[in-house]
């Protein structure tokens, strides 16, 4: 049972895959876009230092993304 569930699961992993990197990648849009975001982490940006590589190496992003807030003084 536990062979056919992941062999089940293989079928569909790249269009998971594909879906979670759209979405991560929309999510650091709007993060980066909100006032009160001081800096998104996630290569797949522009703004990213390592964005360049990131396109060279990756097909996709990823889906974790990491963001700093602005602290109010």
Same mark, same amino acid.
């Given at each position: 049972?536990?062979?056919?569930?992941?062999?089940?699961? !293989?079928?569909?992993?790249?269009?998971?895959?594909?879906?979670?990197?759209?979405?991560?990648?929309?999510?650091?849009?709007?993060?980066?876009? *909100?006032?009160?975001?001081?800096?998104? *982490?996630?290569?797949?940006?522009?703004?990213?230092?390592?964005?360049?590589?990131?396109?060279?190496? !990756?097909?996709?992003?990823?889906?974790?993304?990491?963001?700093?807030?602005? !602290?109010?003084?």
């Amino acid at each position: 049972n536990a062979a056919y569930l992941i062999i089940r699961g !293989m079928k569909t992993l790249h269009l998971r895959v594909q879906q979670q990197n759209s979405t991560a990648l929309r999510m650091a849009k709007i993060l980066e876009a *909100h006032p009160k975001v001081k800096r998104v *982490h996630y290569p797949g940006l522009k703004s990213h230092p390592e964005h360049h590589i990131a396109t060279q190496q !990756m097909t996709g992003f990823g889906g974790v993304v990491s963001f700093e807030v602005l !602290m109010e003084t």
